[in-house]
Structures are given as C-alpha cells and as structure tokens.
T-cell receptor, first 113, second 114 residues
C-alpha cells in the first residue's frame, strides 16, 4: 500500500522567513496530494492541494510543488506569520484500490515573532 | 454554516462502557469517514462508507463499529473502550473517493476513558 514520509517533524522559523515541508510517497499511481493545517485542538483544514497533472500550484503565500518522477511534493510558505504556527499534514491518494488518504506523520511549524 | 457536525465535542466514558459518537453532514456527500487521532500523530483511518458500502481498514480493531442509517448521519460505536482508545475522533466527508475528491473534516469528538 501507499506510504507517505514527511520531513521535518518540527520546524522553527522567524516571522517573515519562508518554510518548506517535504513529503515523499511510494505509490506511483497516487494522483491527489492535499495539505492540511491543524491548529491545537481543532480540525484539520485543507489549505492547498495538487493533482498529478500539475507541477505547481500557488495560493497567495502558500505554494505546493510536485515532482512525479521523484515521487515527492513540497509545501512552501512565504512571509510566515505567527498565525501560521500549527501542525501540517501532507497526504496522498489514488483513483484505484483503497482510494483513501494516506497521511504523512505531520510537521509542527513554529513561527517566532 | 457548519457542514460536518460532530456530537458531542467531548465525551467521557468508563473503561468497558459502550459509547457512541455521532456525525452528520449537510453537504449530501456520498462518502463518510471515521478517523482516530492521538496526540501529535496523523489521523488514522478506521473505516469509511461509500453510500451504504462499508469499508473497514485491515488494522481497525473489532471493538470499533460503524453505522450509517442514511446519507446525512454516521455513527461510531466503541463496544468496550479501553484506556488506549482515548483520542480525538474525526469524521470527514467527500463527494466521491480517490484522487478527484476533497475531504472535509468535522471538529472532532475528544474521548476520555476513565
């Protein structure tokens, strides 16, 4: 089955700096890669996603890149703000077989004011 | 407006006492999921319904069961909760399955087992 690895597990940056979180996946058939942000005690919220027919997607300060050949995708947050502090989860899924999200282990991002 | 609703938000039960958590959705989505999330870990899928078709994950303990009486509601039954079942339980929905569909999560029910 699918295996998703996420790095780093914790990341501390200064306000205004950029943050990058990386995930690798094992199933070459995976074709949908969402990123969820989860604040303490709250639900995971989708912040951005990318499908396998696209190499990069941007939404204001957030971007995701996908390298299908290397089977990895990354979340980029620019001009970080204290409210970006949260746990971020990547995930992957396919249109065949189990067709359920496989999550990475999460990255705790701390933005220092 | 709330789209995926979970009740209660906090549930306290005793060791071995059956407990039911509920989830409802106003999105008319075909798929409903139950996840277990322990502190600092990723959500772990327990099972999901695609319409009335129940799909159990291979490693979900028999202690966990689910019911979906209609499109809007889905229940998680824990028959004999153990201390290790204390966790956040998240319900999610999606229109379909797989690579074309976004999952939307409810606020979760935090279960405490005494």
């Amino acid at each position: 089955g699918e295996n998703v690895e996420q790095h780093p597990s914790t990341l501390s940056v200064q306000e205004g700096d950029s943050a990058v979180i990386k995930c690798t996946y094992s199933d070459s058939a995976s074709n949908y890669f969402p990123w969820y942000k989860q604040e303490l005690g709250k639900r995971p919220q989708l912040i951005i996603d990318i499908r396998s027919n696209v190499g990069e997607k941007k939404d204001q300060r957030i971007a995701v890149t996908l390298n299908k050949t290397a089977k990895h995708f990354s979340l980029h947050i620019t001009e970080t703000q204290p409210e970006d502090s949260a746990v971020y989860f990547c995930a992957a899924t396919t249109d065949t077989g189990r067709r359920a999200l496989t999550f990475g282990s999460g990255t705790r991002l701390q933005v220092q004011p | 407006d709330a789209m995926v609703i979970q009740n209660p938000r906090y549930q306290v039960t005793q060791f071995g006492k059956p407990v039911t958590l509920s989830c409802s959705q106003t999105l008319n989505h075909n798929v409903m999921y139950w996840y277990q999330q322990k502190s600092s870990q990723a959500p772990k899928l327990l099972f999901h319904y695609y319409d009335k078709d129940f799909n159990n994950e291979a490693d979900t303990p028999d202690n966990f069961q689910s019911r979906r009486p209609n499109t809007s509601f889905c229940f998680l039954d824990i028959r004999s909760p153990g201390l290790g079942d204390a966790a956040m339980y998240l319900c999610a929905t999606s229109r379909g399955r797989g690579g074309q569909e976004t999952q939307y999560f409810g606020p979760g029910t935090r279960l405490l087992v005494l």
